[in-house]
């Protein structure tokens, strides 16, 4: 599929967001844990988040999808039934790295596997600290997928792991695996990472404790199920956030969104390089700060992405990327060899889309330098089945000098499906 994008001076009007990737998966899963039925409203329609959805069926957990609103029964901990044909988790890292957590504690094996992409990414990192735990795999060269999870049942034991890269994945997976065991499981972060899981646990009245670079999970007993709502995701409103700085006349909500402070450097760093971006209106739900975002068109610094923001910006780099083309001062991104490793390398997708509209860029294996002052030219541009990569070059589009084509548009699906629609609601 492609999508042709025309420049636009204005983003007017109220976004409405899918809900929260990060928070969904989480839910999802901690439901799947739960004792009674759990009912999730505003549930992400993201091909990822549903890649959970489909595992957990394949597990033997009663999930019902009725547009938005999800509806899991769980039957406590180490409920799930060994899954015959195996699990797909499509293109979601999220689904495989984390849902490996809870596969760990159980009492037999398991296969998960994904497409094409998702089979190029390693899983050292889950396997390391899930092999302390006593668990055992097997993995196409050692790290790839297809994974084999050969779960420790009740013979899973606690452990202190301190990661050698921050990762809230990694984090999640351990304390999932954690949940199932009555000790303290202890994880320690050389960067703070987004915390949804310590916060969704502690709503479902879990005990863990968080303290400076360290949390700990006290598991072995089961909870009861409760009715969540999710949040919109801040990560599918910085594309709207980019566009509306980057386009002059604009004056756009944006509505419902999360708020965590451990996702906060998004906004940080776009109010810091000049963007106009207010919180209107603010409240609490289920632990989760949640907010309604003002963005107008505003005269874009630039910046520089490296170290402890490189990590919590790792998934908002390509629409940032875009941002800094057009800003006074140009982008620099150090810190991010990450990139390389997501559903494309995006240092590269990247740089070949921004070329071939014929912006310059000077890539480094870590990350890139873009210069500012540029101008974006109309061009075809492709995904090459990156959702991040085709809503980033749509915001690049709507300031080009003509019509733009992006190709395998339909990669946005993974996690936002009504991207293209939205888009075109609100420019003007």
Same mark, same amino acid.
């Given at each position: 599929?492609?999508?042709?994008?025309?420049?636009?001076?204005?983003?007017?009007?109220?976004?409405?967001?899918?809900?929260?990737?990060?928070?969904?998966?989480?839910?999802?899963?901690?439901?799947?844990? =739960?004792?009674?039925?759990?009912?999730?409203?505003?549930?992400?329609?993201?091909?990822?988040?549903?890649?959970?959805?489909?595992?957990?069926?394949?597990?033997?957990?009663?999930?019902?999808?009725?547009?938005? /609103?999800? +509806?899991?029964?769980?039957?406590?901990?180490?409920?799930?039934?060994?899954?015959?044909?195996?699990?797909? !988790?499509?293109?979601?890292?999220?689904?495989?790295?984390?849902?490996?957590?809870?596969?760990?504690?159980?009492?037999?094996?398991?296969?998960?596997?994904?497409?094409?992409?998702?089979?190029?990414?390693?899983?050292?990192?889950?396997?390391?600290?899930?092999?302390?735990?006593? !668990?055992?795999?097997?993995?196409?060269?050692?790290?790839?997928?297809?994974?084999?999870?050969?779960?420790?049942? +009740?013979?899973?034991?606690?452990?202190?792991?301190?990661?050698?890269?921050?990762?809230? %994945?990694?984090?999640?997976?351990?304390?999932?695996?954690?949940?199932?065991?009555? !000790?303290?499981?202890?994880?320690?972060?050389?960067?703070?990472?987004?915390?949804?899981?310590?916060?969704?646990?502690?709503?479902?009245?879990?005990?863990?404790?968080?303290?400076?670079?360290?949390? +700990?999970?006290?598991?072995?007993?089961?909870?009861?199920?409760? #009715?969540?709502?999710?949040?919109?995701?801040?990560?599918?409103?910085?594309?709207?956030?980019?566009?509306?700085?980057?386009?002059?006349?604009?004056?756009?909500?944006?509505?419902?969104?999360?708020?965590?402070?451990?996702?906060?450097?998004?906004?940080?760093?776009?109010?810091?390089?000049?963007?106009?971006?207010?919180?209107?209106?603010?409240?609490?739900?289920?632990?989760?700060?949640?907010?309604?975002?003002?963005?107008?068109?505003?005269?874009?610094?630039?910046?520089?992405?490296?170290?402890? %923001?490189?990590?919590?910006?790792?998934?908002?780099?390509?629409?940032? =990327?875009?941002?800094? =083309?057009?800003?006074?001062?140009?982008?620099?991104?150090?810190?991010? !060899?990450?990139?390389?490793?997501?559903?494309?390398?995006?240092? /590269?997708?990247?740089?070949?889309?921004?070329?071939?509209?014929?912006?310059?860029?000077?890539?480094?294996?870590?990350?890139?330098?873009?210069?500012?002052? %540029?101008?974006?030219?109309?061009?075809?541009?492709?995904?090459?089945? #990156?959702?991040?990569?085709?809503?980033?070059?749509?915001?690049?589009?709507?300031? =080009?000098?003509?019509?733009?084509?992006?190709?395998?548009?339909?990669?946005?699906?993974?996690?936002?499906?009504?991207?293209?629609?939205?888009?075109? %609601?609100?420019?003007?």
């Amino acid at each position: 599929m492609k999508e042709v994008i025309h420049p636009s001076r204005a983003l007017e009007g109220t976004v409405i967001l899918p809900g929260d990737k990060s928070i969904s998966h989480r839910y999802a899963m901690l439901a799947s844990l =739960a004792e009674g039925v759990t009912r999730i409203s505003n549930y992400s329609s993201g091909a990822d988040c549903h890649s959970t959805l489909g595992c957990l069926r394949t597990l033997g957990v009663p999930v019902t999808v009725q547009g938005r /609103e999800v +509806t899991i029964e769980g039957k406590g901990l180490r409920s799930y039934t060994p899954a015959a044909a195996g699990l797909d !988790a499509g293109n979601s890292g999220s689904t495989i790295r984390m849902l490996a957590g809870i596969l760990a504690a159980q009492d037999f094996t398991t296969r998960i596997a994904g497409d094409e992409s998702l089979s190029k990414r390693p899983m050292e990192r889950i396997m390391r600290p899930l092999t302390e735990m006593g !668990a055992t795999f097997s993995a196409r060269d050692g790290k790839y997928p297809p994974v084999e999870i050969h779960g420790a049942g +009740t013979g899973l034991r606690a452990i202190d792991y301190t990661m050698p890269v921050a990762s809230a %994945q990694v984090k999640s997976c351990v304390l999932l695996a954690g949940l199932h065991v009555d !000790a303290d499981t202890t994880v320690r972060e050389p960067a703070k990472t987004r915390d949804h899981t310590e916060v969704a646990l502690r709503e479902l009245g879990v005990d863990v404790r968080a303290g400076r670079g360290t949390v +700990t999970i006290r598991g072995g007993r089961n909870f009861a199920a409760k #009715d969540l709502a999710v949040p919109g995701d801040l990560s599918s409103a910085a594309f709207f956030l980019a566009a509306g700085a980057m386009a002059p006349e604009s004056n756009l909500l944006i509505a419902g969104v999360g708020l965590n402070p451990t996702r906060a450097t998004l906004i940080d760093f776009l109010v810091g390089a000049g963007a106009s971006v207010k919180v209107v209106d603010m409240g609490m739900k289920h632990g989760e700060p949640v907010g309604t975002l003002l963005v107008r068109g505003s005269k874009i610094k630039g910046g520089v992405i490296e170290g402890q %923001q490189a990590a919590a910006l790792i998934d908002e780099i390509p629409v940032l =990327a875009v941002l800094g =083309a057009v800003s006074e001062n140009g982008l620099l991104v150090r810190d991010a !060899a990450e990139l390389r490793i997501k559903e494309t390398d995006r240092i /590269e997708t990247l740089a070949e889309n921004l070329r071939r509209m014929g912006a310059v860029i000077e890539v480094a294996p870590d990350g890139f330098r873009i210069p500012g002052k %540029q101008t974006f030219h109309a061009a075809e541009t492709d995904s090459f089945g #990156d959702h991040r990569i085709a809503m980033a070059f749509a915001v690049a589009a709507l300031s =080009a000098d003509g019509p733009c084509t992006i190709q395998n548009s339909e990669a946005a699906s993974v996690s936002f499906p009504e991207f293209w629609d939205t888009l075109r %609601q609100i420019s003007r």
